[in-house]
């Protein structure tokens, strides 16, 4: 046994108490097992001692790589911790992931880290970067972000946090609401004050609509953690913030929990184009035809479960389409399914669910929805 050092005192034991073989005094069997059992004990002793100092030796060595650091090790491997994994539904490769996020950001309170999202997306953008940065294959790579993120998505719809009032919620989240014919979608500004102040509303051209005070409004909205809200307010005013003009809102303390979307959605503004797809045959003889006509239009919302597209072009509901698009500086392809459709002004909204998504492609999209790939 390398590295160790073991030091054995005399005992105080006659060697004529221990003589075997003919014409000597045999020893007592009761002798001979005290003094096996003090020899096994002071080399028990030893050993603990010894892998103590080593273990106390090589604490916090490990940061960044997964290795245990500080008390990590104990807690993440408690019983505790491991009813609490699985009651939320993670599978053995997951609690793997999840062991592995926590220790590479030093988590000393994985229970609090688990109930705040934004802890936990601190946790989570580090261990990306340090598998983004590994020397491993691209297919080992690839496997083990696609774990993180769904590591990460049964813990976001396991967050039981409810809201019930406007003044809950957070800045950088949008509101959806109807006025006219038209569906309009404002980010939130500020919460803190007698009212809620949103960007004012535009139409497709970019011209400003003055929505009269005291119209009554039926706002939708999604926070970070995918839950779904609704609430009834009015208009109070219009004002200026940072130049640019506000609209504000009465606060309300009746939101109303609607549903949890699957995956982590975020609004955005990405050039796309995508061309019509036409399926011949059923089964394994299935076959898919590209359309070699090249559409253009502009992602409004995504998430690896599928996007919105604001496009001119006509596509009819149920219309299979494949999509192209620059993310992160990388191209994402995927196949999907026009499900519904909304005029807006000149242009419509589609709503696309994603049948087919490459794991590079579903990573990239993940990564962005959850804003780990930013700077």
Do not use: W
């Not at 590295?3 to 003589?19: C, R, T």
């Not at 309170?109 to 598998?131: G, M, V």
């Not at 149920?318 to 196949?335: M, N, R, T, Y």
Request: charged share 20%.
């Amino acid at each position: 046994m390398m590295g160790l050092n073991i030091f054995l005192f005399p005992l105080k034991v006659s060697v004529n108490d221990f003589q075997f073989g003919k014409g000597s005094s045999s020893a007592s069997p009761i002798s001979i097992i005290i003094f096996m059992a003090v020899i096994v004990i002071a080399v028990a002793v030893l050993i603990i001692s010894n892998a103590s100092k080593n273990s106390s030796g090589t604490k916090g060595t490990g940061k960044g790589t997964g290795t245990s650091t500080g008390g990590g090790s104990k807690l993440f491997s408690g019983i505790a911790f491991n009813r609490l994994v699985r009651s939320i539904g993670l599978d053995n490769e997951q609690i793997k992931m999840l062991n592995f996020v926590f220790k590479s950001d030093d988590v000393i309170d994985p229970e609090k880290s688990i109930n705040t999202p934004a802890l936990l997306d601190r946790h989570f953008k580090r261990a990306y970067r340090i598998i983004e940065q590994s020397s491993g294959s691209e297919e080992e790579t690839q496997n083990r972000l696609f774990t993180l993120f769904s590591t990460r998505n049964i813990l976001e719809n396991s967050v039981t946090g409810d809201l019930s009032s406007t003044h809950q919620l957070k800045d950088n989240i949008n509101f959806t609401f109807n006025y006219g014919k038209n569906k309009l979608n404002v980010a939130l500004l500020n919460t803190k004050s007698e009212h809620l102040t949103v960007e004012a509303p535009k139409n497709v051209l970019g011209t400003q609509i003055k929505i009269p005070n005291g119209t009554k409004l039926s706002v939708l909205l999604f926070t970070k953690s995918n839950k779904g809200f609704s609430f009834e307010t009015s208009v109070t005013g219009f004002s200026s913030v940072n130049g640019k003009p506000a609209m504000h809102l009465a606060h309300s303390n009746n939101l109303k929990f609607l549903s949890q979307r699957r995956f982590r959605r975020r609004q955005a503004l990405i050039a796309c184009f995508f061309f019509l797809v036409y399926v011949e045959g059923s089964g394994k003889k299935q076959r898919f035809t590209v359309d070699k006509r090249r559409f253009a239009g502009t992602i409004m919302d995504i998430s690896v479960g599928g996007c919105s597209i604001k496009i001119t072009a006509p596509v009819q509901v149920g219309a299979k389409l494949k999509i192209e698009f620059i993310l992160e500086g990388k191209k994402v392809a995927a196949l999907g399914q026009a499900l519904r459709t909304n005029r807006t002004g000149a242009s419509t909204i589609i709503h696309v669910k994603f049948l087919k998504l490459p794991a590079k492609s579903r990573n990239r999209i993940n990564a962005y929805a959850y804003e780990y790939a930013d700077e």
